[in-house]
């Protein structure tokens, strides 16, 4: 099961820090994805990582703003979101798929949507920039 946390109502160039708690299970063998569906648009990632080590992946319209970090003792990663803009308003999930090795030679929109298909989701955290 995975679990978000964080989200919440902030201004225009805010900032906001959000969980991905994973229970009962090792993340190590999986790639994580954050994912953003704002109303009336279609679902886009945000930012994607291999938690077993890696690169990070970022959406360009997110790179520079978002950090994504993880803590493998707490099975948790998380995605700060700095300079925050109203069209970041959505409800964001993470989700997981598990992979036998890193992503390689992969666009980031592929590897979300892989992400997005074939792995577990959480039940999602709204954001609310205004």
């Known amino acids: 099961q995975l679990v978000e946390s964080g989200g919440g109502s902030v201004q225009d160039g805010g900032s906001l820090t959000l969980s991905c708690t994973a229970s009962r299970y090792d993340l190590s063998p999986y790639c994580l994805a954050w994912l953003r569906q704002a109303p009336g648009k279609e679902r886009e990632g945000v930012a994607a990582?291999?938690?077993?080590?890696?690169?990070?992946y970022y959406a360009d319209s997110v790179r520079g703003r978002f950090t994504l970090s993880q803590d493998n003792a707490k099975s948790t990663l998380y995605l700060a979101m700095n300079r925050l803009k109203p069209e970041g308003t959505g409800v964001y999930y993470c989700?997981?798929?598990?992979?036998?090795?890193?992503?390689?030679?992969?666009?980031?929109?592929?590897?979300?949507?892989?992400?997005?298909?074939?792995?577990?989701w959480g039940q999602g955290t709204q954001v609310t920039v205004s």
């Open positions: 990582v291999y938690v077993g080590g890696g690169k990070s």
């Open positions: 989700a997981a798929a598990k992979m036998t090795q890193p992503p390689r030679d992969v666009t980031f929109t592929a590897l979300t949507w892989y992400i997005a298909e074939y792995g577990r």
